[in-house]
């Protein structure tokens, strides 16, 4: 199974990377910057999130219905006259769930490592969080996900990909690094910091793959 930044760099990724600079008006390189950067932090949040039996049963229960992957059938009409407001309203729904309170640092993180406004960046991520899900709603339906475990096995797949153990164990060595319990702080830490001596890690990999060469 691909990895999320596998997919990124697929056609239906491009697709999405072009819709979504063409809606904030954004440059494209810049946009699957923060989209590279932010999926992987979106992804390992709701992992944390479905680790608990009513975090697990509330995400299952949205990539069954809501958010079953309908959403990559038309994305030409999702971006043709302008992403919808419920669109957003909904991205902006996930985001809050994901996220919590940490949704501000992880958009100023991002802004600050990318160069892209917050108010752009807020965008992007109210646009990308319900093409995540159905995604993941998608990917859901074709290994007939119904469980806990099948779950987890889900999200795992796309944060590791069958080519990036590395990453993934690297991910979770560092995931509760100052003892607070937070993922997102750990991880935006991880991928948006500047330190770039873990070429290894999933650092270096979104750097390799879009543009830091």
Known sequence: MEGILDLLGSDLGKSIITGVAGQTGQDESKTSSVLTMALPVLMQAMKRNSATPQGAEGLLGALSGKHDGSILDNLGGLFGGGVDSNVLDDGGKILGHV???????????LSQKSGMDTGSVAQILKIAAPILMGILGKQSKQQNVSNTSGLDGLLGGFLGGSSQKQEQSFIESILDADGDGSVIDDVAGMVLGGDKKKKGGLGGLLGGLFGGK
């Open 99 to 109: 996220l919590g309170g940490k949704q501000q640092h992880v958009e100023n993180a």
